[in-house]
């Protein structure tokens, strides 16, 4: 998931709103993993949920944007926080992979 949403930036708009969509239940599923073990959480759980959950609502942002009402600085912040959100995912991902 994480290589197919890295290049999202250079998709169009639609093209990036489909995948993120899509990405969104990927992510809902990881949530609903950790909450479901809520009671065990270890540290890498933690920093994983902390990571889904800031990325889920960032591709909240971006998903729901006008075209017309989001100027082009804003959508560059977007984009770089939302692979800021990606990399910090990764992070985590591996660190809960090696537990």
Known sequence: MVKKIVHISSLSSSEARKIIVES?????????G????????????KTLKKCLFNLRSLMVQIENWNEKEVNAKRKIFLWQ???????????????????
């Not at 950790?34 to 759980?45: F, G």
């Not at 926080?81 to 090696?98: E, V």
Request: proline share 0%.
């Open 24 to 32: 969104l239940h990927f992510l809902e599923f990881g949530i609903a």
């Open 34 to 45: 950790l909450h479901y073990k809520r009671k065990n959480l270890t540290e890498n759980d």
């Open 81 to 99: 926080k939302f692979l800021d959100k990606i990399s910090s995912l990764c992070t985590a991902q591996n660190l809960y992979l090696k537990s």
